[in-house]
């Protein structure tokens, strides 16, 4: 059989990791696709840079019109990011019968839907394991290997990059912009790294895999999305004092009355296997009724991992091209006439536990009008941690762990304890998951 044709749409650092593993293991990839993948044509604005990194292997061009237009092209990838000239491309691909691979979780978090719709409309296949944890097969595990389940809830550390801060921060002391510089220089953050550092990057992942869990379409504009850029140093140390890692989690939750959706820094308790990723790794915790907790965890983001899940999309597209689309894995797991429009909920009605740290005057009687405000609201205290105060201070910091509530309860509590005259400022409030 004839080698299927590729065309590569962006060769920057993870278009030229799936150039050069395509060619390194190409024997081993044409074994297992059953005939040759072959990228016979590179789009790059820096046509230069890319004919060297091809090494006149294949055809190199700047307008990527080029190959979404070209007949001969059989599947195209997009690795060049973001939602404008992206979008364009992608949706001429799918237009022009062309399958497409694209990493671009960007994309795909805010316009999958009318992609996807595209794409069936015209029998042709949209893979993106790359764009969710990028190496980690993740889509193909809550796609395929836990089908017979009902996804209860995944929670995730889904951004390297914001992974990588907080671990070399609390390990080496470094500072945030320092961290960030090498993130960007190991070729982790994104084009624009406010997305990873403000958990927008985290948050495309996260409603990716609501989608895929709960047969809901893709909603990023529901989702709660807070990064890391507040997360104080304080905050780490009393956290690790309670026996709690602080990680930036992507959770998507099924409760009775609707999805949560939402990323922002979390409390886990450090026992816990995925409080332990360091570095850029990622892990994704999925709990399904019949399996229980699965935990998958490797590199979610660099050159080559990211090419290895770009390439497995290249081999399942290879593998699948000539079935019948009907008979094919749907793009969001679920078939598209068996989607559901379960809400996702305000983040007032969400349900979690909370850390709150309060600088408070060391006087009779403070931590007893806390403690009855939290009463009156119902909030329950699990852990609590009074610091002295330090030689000639007169005000010192509380933490407390509290049990579960609804996120209005606290905020409320919160408002009422920083209008006592005892609490001076604002009061921290980090969110707090058991995992269990
Ligand atoms: N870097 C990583 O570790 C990961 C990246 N991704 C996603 O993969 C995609 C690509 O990311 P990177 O390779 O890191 O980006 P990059 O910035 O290294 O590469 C993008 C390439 O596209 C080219 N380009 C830009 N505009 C173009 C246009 N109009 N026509 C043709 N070429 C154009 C650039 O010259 C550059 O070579 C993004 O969607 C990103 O979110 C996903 C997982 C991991
Ligand atoms: N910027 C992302 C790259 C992968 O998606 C990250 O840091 O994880
Ligand atoms: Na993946």
């Known amino acids: 059989m004839k080698p299927i044709k590729v065309g590569l749409l962006g060769i920057g650092t993870v278009g030229s990791g799936t150039f050069n593993v395509l060619k390194r293991n190409q024997e081993e990839i044409t074994r297992r696709a059953g005939r040759g993948i072959e990228i016979t044509m590179v789009a790059d604005?820096?046509?230069?840079r890319a004919r060297e990194l091809t090494n006149g292997e294949c055809e190199v061009v700047n307008d990527a019109n080029l190959v979404v237009n070209n007949p001969e092209i059989d599947i195209v990838i997009e690795l060049i990011g973001g939602y404008g000239i992206a979008k364009d491309l992608v949706m001429k691909a799918i237009a022009n019968g062309k399958h497409v691979v694209t990493a671009n979780k960007a994309l795909l978090a805010t316009h999958g839907n009318e992609i996807f719709k595209a794409a069936q409309d015209k029998g042709v296949m949209v893979a993106f394991?790359?764009?969710?944890?990028?190496?980690?097969?993740?889509?193909?595990?809550?796609?395929?290997?836990?089908?017979?389940?009902?996804?209860?809830?995944?929670a995730g550390i889904i951004n390297g990059t914001t992974n990588f801060i907080l671990s070399e921060m609390r390990d080496k002391g470094l500072d945030f912009d320092v961290v960030l510089k090498e993130a960007q220089r190991l070729g982790y953050a994104e084009a624009d790294p406010t997305f990873d550092i403000e958990g927008v990057d985290a948050a495309h992942k996260a409603t990716i895999m609501s989608a895929i869990a709960f047969g809901i379409p893709v909603q990023f504009d529901k989702a709660h999305v807070e990064g890391i850029t507040k997360l104080q140093a304080t905050d780490i140390r009393y956290a690790e004092q309670l026996g709690y890692r602080i990680k930036l989690l992507g959770i998507a939750r099924r409760t009775p009355n609707g999805i949560e959706l939402r990323v922002h820094p979390t409390l886990i308790p450090a026992k816990r296997l995925i409080a332990n990723v360091e570095g850029a790794m990622n892990a994704v915790l999925v709990q399904g009724d019949a399996v229980g907790a699965t935990l998958y965890y490797g590199k979610g983001a660099g050159s080559e991992p990211t090419a290895s899940a770009v390439i497995a999309d290249l081999v399942d597209i290879t593998r699948l091209a000539t079935a019948d689309p009907e008979h094919r894995v749907p793009h969001l797991a679920f078939q598209p006439d068996a989607m559901v429009d379960t809400p996702i909920l305000p983040m007032s009605e969400i349900t979690t536990s909370y850390y709150l740290r309060m600088r408070v005057s060391d006087q009779p009687g403070v931590l007893a009008d806390v403690t009855r405000i939290l009463a009156d609201s119902s909030i329950s205290i699990d852990a609590m941690l009074q610091k002295e105060p330090d030689e000639g201070e007169t005000r010192t910091d509380i933490i407390m762990l509290t049990h579960q509530t609804q996120e209005k309860n606290i905020v409320s509590a919160i408002a009422k304890i920083e209008a006592l005259p005892t609490v001076v400022g604002e009061v921290t409030k980090i969110r707090l998951e058991q995992l269990s």
């Open 129 to 154: 394991e790359a764009a969710v944890a990028g190496g980690i097969p993740i889509i193909k595990a809550l796609r395929e290997g836990l089908t017979a389940n009902r996804i209860q809830w995944i």
């Open 45 to 48: 604005l820096n046509v230069d």
